[in-house]
């Protein structure tokens, strides 16, 4: 239970605005997190109660900054469901063809990581802003996620929505929360295919899924001791994916963060029992679903920054974390910093969003400055000549 409502109210702010920034309307963005919570419900409790082990599952945090920040890419919400569609094809493909997987995960470290934290940056500046031009809510927020963060890291995040909610409640008036606008309810929506949106936005979104989600979740199985077959997860995420795009839900993946929790002795000192957290969480999600409505509703009232805001205190240890992988390695820093800065830069050039211009000239980068750098490592020190012992 802890697992589920951690990871729903740390990001449901960003989901709904992610979808509105790529065109959703607010009855898309709405059916969209329904999408996600019923999909990733349904995947939690199936594939444990089958495997029993704590197999957990999430929608894609960093997919969600992603579409954030691809706001200039489109505002053809179907052009973007095809995109989200594509992206849960190419995971599909990664379970049934192992050699497309290991691809994706060699792509260097430094480039995937640089990339994510270009998406994230602009995101996490949002608390700076919002305690500017919104004091009044923003700075309270910020505070108690700040004393959390030091007694309580787990419900930060959690606590700072609810302050913001509060806030927003009372900015926007009862009338904004009417009874109609907060049902949930699935939305079809038609996806339309553009080469350009797939270009900007799902072959990112997939990269980023990939080596921001999926990897780190198998290595926190493995950190628990299990041993997780990547086809089944892969498979599943991916048709689970590809079934909630049609309604609005971007793109779902191996849970990591609250996987640690379900899959660690705080579920179950017996590990043939921590399954069991795992299926509970995925009920928990179904139940939060019936939230969706109201969720977009809360969103729709509140000014985009606050949004953002909470988006970016929920991000900074992520985007800590993308910073730090991405400048370890010193041979890599110049390549690095050159694809978090372009990615970071917001820019659109023929219709295609930065992050994949960031992966671009991150691989350009790579090739050029590279084989100089391992060159230059491989040229033998200059030997000199020994000294002679005195005598």
Not at 86 to 100: H, S
Not at 227 to 256: D, K, M, W, Y
Request: aromatic fraction near 8%; hydrophobic fraction near 60%; charge should be neutral.
């Amino acid at each position: 239970m802890v697992a589920a409502i951690t990871g729903f109210a740390s990001s449901f702010a960003l989901v709904i605005a992610g979808l509105a920034a790529v065109g959703a309307s607010d009855a898309q963005a709405a059916s969209g997190l329904f999408a996600l919570c019923i999909t990733v419900g349904i995947c939690c409790i199936v594939v444990p109660w089958l495997t029993r082990v704590p197999i957990s599952f999430a929608w894609s945090t960093p997919g969600a900054a992603l579409l954030l920040a691809a706001a200039e890419s489109t505002q053809n919400f179907a052009a973007a469901v095809g995109a989200f569609i594509v992206c849960a094809i190419l995971i599909v493909l990664c379970g049934l063809w192992p050699t497309l997987g290991r691809l994706i995960t060699r792509i260097p470290k430094p480039i995937a990581a640089a990339m994510l934290a270009g998406i994230l940056f602009p995101i996490c500046l949002a608390p700076v802003t919002a305690s500017v031009e919104q004091p009044l809510i923003a700075l309270p927020m910020i505070l108690v996620w700040l004393i959390l963060a030091r007694l309580a890291p787990r419900w930060a995040v959690p606590a700072a929505m609810l302050v913001a909610t509060i806030g927003i409640a009372v900015m926007a008036g009862p009338g904004a929360f009417t009874a109609q606008s907060s049902m949930p309810r699935l939305e079809f929506i038609a996806p339309e295919f553009v080469p350009a949106v797939i270009v900007s936005l799902g072959l990112p979104l997939f990269i980023v899924t990939m080596a921001g989600q999926n990897v780190p979740g198998f290595a926190v199985m493995s950190t628990f001791g299990y041993s997780v077959a990547p086809r089944p997860v892969l498979l599943t995420s991916g048709v689970a994916s590809a079934a909630g795009a049609f309604f609005g839900g971007h793109v779902i993946n191996l849970a990591a963060i609250t996987a640690a929790l379900m899959a660690s002795p705080e579920a179950h000192p017996d590990r043939s029992k921590r399954w069991i957290a795992t299926v509970t969480s995925g009920f928990a999600y179904l139940l939060l679903g019936a939230g969706a409505g109201f969720a977009a509703a809360l969103v729709s009232a509140a000014p985009p920054i606050l949004i953002t805001a909470v988006a970016g205190l929920a991000l900074l240890g992520a985007l800590v974390t993308s910073v730090t992988s991405a400048l370890d390695a010193a041979e890599h820093r110049i390549t690095a910093i050159a694809t978090f800065l372009v990615t970071a830069s917001g820019v659109t050039i023929a219709g295609i969003g930065s992050a994949f211009w960031g992966l671009l000239v991150g691989g350009v980068f790579a090739l050029w400055l590279g084989p100089l750098g391992r060159r230059r490592a491989q040229e033998p020190e200059p030997e000199q000549e020994p000294e002679r012992e005195s005598v």
